[in-house]
């Protein structure tokens, strides 16, 4: 049982432990947040939800895909536990015609000042999935050029590379927690969106 186990660890200490883990060929169960560590290791992610345990045998990206799902389930039931288009003319059916029809102008305006909320957030978030390729894409280039004993030895080009690899981790860290922050925020407006019979 594992908790964590590439935190404070240096870059060589990080490879050498996910080489073995790779290799081991008994059972672990692991605790991480390292993204990396758990797409290099993780044959199977159990997800825990209300509900219960979800087995993902695909990995790492099967549970960062349901994980999403899940986002986007929870802004459907939203939308659904209005009622819909239908379940919004109930709403008014008691209201004078004049004051259902201001009710709902602004729920139009709110869905539009949602959606003028929610399309920056979303360009943000697809230039931050683009950084984080491009950052993990560094780290593996270090790591490669890390693994070759001659440059291992080198000690100003191994430290250099150490260092590119390091930050490359910490600026990878932070754009996933970045992204994670903007998928609850926009998974909320787009529930907003739907309660009030956006699509």
């Known amino acids: 049982m594992l908790d964590e186990p590439t935190n404070h660890l240096d870059l060589?200490?990080?490879e050498a432990l996910i080489s073995a883990l790779e290799d081991y060929e008994g059972t672990l169960l692991m605790v991480a947040h390292d993204r990396w560590l758990l797409s290099r290791v993780a044959e199977q992610v159990w997800g825990l939800s209300p509900d219960g345990l979800t087995v993902f045998p695909g990995g790492f990206e099967e549970y960062d895909d349901w994980r999403k799902a899940q986002l986007a389930e929870a802004a459907s039931a939203?939308?659904?536990a209005s009622g819909g288009p239908g379940g919004?003319?109930?709403r008014f059916s008691g209201l004078s015609k004049d004051e259902a029809k201001r009710r709902k102008r602004e729920e139009a305006e709110r869905r539009n000042?949602?959606?003028r909320q929610l399309k920056p957030l979303k360009a943000e978030y697809e230039k931050l999935e683009a950084q984080l390729?491009?950052?993990m894409a560094e780290q593996d280039e270090a790591e490669g050029q890390l693994a070759d004993p001659?440059?291992?030895a080198d000690l100003p080009k191994s430290s250099a590379l150490l260092k590119q690899y390091a930050d490359a981790k910490a600026k990878g860290d932070r754009l996933?927690?970045?992204m994670e922050a903007l998928e609850a925020e926009m998974a909320e407006l787009e529930a907003e969106s739907n309660a009030l019979g956006g699509e």
Request: proline share 0%.
């Open 133 to 135: 390729e491009t950052v």
């Open 88 to 90: 919004r003319d109930a």
């Open 12 to 14: 060589e200490s990080r």
């Open 78 to 80: 939203a939308s659904g």
């Open 176 to 178: 996933a927690q970045r």
């Open 150 to 152: 001659a440059v291992f």
């Open 113 to 115: 000042a949602i959606y």
